[in-house]
T-cell receptor
């Protein structure tokens, strides 16, 4: 069965500093990988996804993620964060061909001025 | 495009009553929709997969008689929380995948349920 681990429950960062949110997964088959952002009391917004092809995926709001098959990781990065990036971030995986998602525990990103 | 809506956005009810939550795909048809539950400061947990014209598929540990799902049309799925209790208070989120995509869901804005 597939599972997703987000290693950091909270990440505090100063504004304009770089950030990396870590995500590792386990699966016995090929997977699709996603990062979502959730602002307070709202649904989820897709930041980016990896389906196939280039392992470096660029998303919205300046975020990018790199798929590393050997390390079964899909870490999310942003070179310079803004106050508005304060939110909860979820990594998710679906096994190839299946639509339903399995989510990680989430990482709360807090940007300090 | 690819918008999913939910109604209501927030509902407060008394213990023992039933609450219906609607999930609509506004500009695409969805043969499959998903219902998730999110407790405060926790992740999303898949409750069930809603299949148009057939029975929903429930995840392990989710009571199908308590969480009734109806997917009567290609744009609407409903989740009814029957005889709600305070422990059912949660954030319920639905999602659907547009047919033009391989995968990757569009999520509704969520429904906050508070059972008193």
């Amino acid at each position: 069965a597939q599972s997703v681990t987000q290693l950091d429950s909270q990440v505090p960062v100063f504004e304009e500093a770089p950030v990396e949110l870590r995500c590792n997964y386990s699966s016995s088959v090929s997977v699709y990988l996603f990062w979502y952002v959730q602002y307070p009391n709202q649904g989820l917004q897709l930041l980016l996804k990896y389906l196939s092809g280039s392992t470096l995926v660029k998303g919205i709001n300046g975020f990018e993620a790199e798929f590393n098959k050997s390390q079964t990781s899909f870490h999310l990065r942003k070179p310079s964060v803004h106050i508005s990036d304060t939110a909860e971030y979820f990594c998710a995986v679906s096994e190839g061909g299946a639509q339903k998602l399995v989510f990680g525990q989430g990482t709360r990103l807090t940007i300090n001025p | 495009g690819a918008v999913v809506s939910q109604h209501p956005s927030r509902v407060i009810c008394k213990s023992g009553t039933s609450v219906k939550i609607e999930c609509r795909s506004l500009d695409f048809q969805a043969t499959t929709m998903f219902w998730y539950r999110q407790f405060p400061k926790q992740s999303l947990m898949l409750m069930a997969t809603s299949n148009e014209g057939s029975k929903a598929t429930y995840e392990q540990g989710v009571e199908k008689d308590k969480f009734l799902i109806n997917h009567a049309s290609l744009t609407l799925s409903t989740l009814t929380v029957t005889s709600a209790h305070p422990e059912d208070s949660s954030f319920y989120i639905c999602s659907a995948t547009p047919p033009t995509r391989v995968t990757g869901e569009e999520f509704g804005p969520g429904t906050r349920l508070l059972v008193l």
